[in-house]
């Protein structure tokens, strides 16, 4: 199938429920023939997602707030206007810093929706997040994502 036309209007795309962050879905893997993925990504203060690494790139695009990124040893406090990619296998961890950030993630392949999708229909909202655990690592791992170091807390 070759690529389609996909125009995603402002406010709308399927919202995906990541655990402590909403991503909504403006191109789906769908669209691209698997190729690339892109979400627009809404978190709080304190969404913190663990140390892990997976087989795909990704990009991210800060729109407003504020973001740290670590990628390896090395982490990036940025702002809007700011990007960063995340090579292949690369560990990272990203965290919100600002009461709300709003984000660009871009994704190769289609891993990032997958692993998303997967979430929004298996975490219940509103649980502690040492009960979540590991429901969380295990959806992870079904979806070629290794945590790091420490458990999805």
């Known amino acids: 199938m070759a690529h389609q036309v996909h125009h995603s209007p402002a406010g709308e795309g399927t919202e995906l429920f990541t655990v402590d962050s909403t991503a909504t879905v403006k191109i789906s893997a769908e669209h691209t023939d698997g190729e690339y993925e892109l979400f627009e990504i809404d978190s709080e203060r304190g969404s913190f997602v663990p140390p892990h690494r997976h087989p795909w790139p990704e990009s991210y695009y800060i729109l407003h707030g504020r973001l740290s990124v670590q990628i390896g040893s090395k982490r990036y406090e940025m702002g809007p206007g700011e990007s960063i990619t995340v090579p292949t296998g690369a560990v ?9 950030v709003k984000f660009l993630a871009f994704s190769l392949t289609d891993g990032t929706g997958k692993l998303f999708a997967d979430l929004d229909a298996n975490v219940p909202a509103g649980r502690p997040m040492e009960e979540l655990a590991p429901l969380i690592t295990e959806i992870a791992e079904r979806n070629r994502t290794l945590f790091i170091g420490r458990s999805a807390e």
């Open 92 to 100: 990272h961890t990203i965290e919100a810093r600002s009461k709300a």
